[in-house]
């Protein structure tokens, strides 16, 4: 005849395991250890560059570059500087003054958020046929909501 030993009389243990198994949790430590001991050197090498020395005689203080605002409404219409432009004409005039001038000034273009691509698109092929060098779109804030 058997005898039960353990304090339950079934076949499988009612009270739950009380141990939590580190070997796994070592084995992670170890492996970021060994992984940050691998790239501490990458992370200190340094380029050695030969920069030039800066001239302490010549001292020219910054000059702001000249801007134009470049507005293109909602309906096709164009705005320098907030002056509506009457014509085309008009419009290629004032960028052949600016692909002019030395420094170029620079342009900023706001279209609108309502305005049609073909608008915007031939205000910037008559800049680039003419030279203009220096234009950049502004106000890209009002097209994130």
Known sequence: MAMNVGPSSGGGDSEPMMEINTTPLIDIMLVLLIMLIITIPIQTHAVKLDMPRPNPNQVTPPVEPEVVELDVDFDGTVYWNGNMVASEDTLLAYFRDVAAKDPQ???????????KYDYVAKVLAHAQRLGVLKIGFVGNEQYVE
């Open 105 to 115: 000034p620079e342009v900023h273009l706001r279209p609108n958020r309502l305005v």
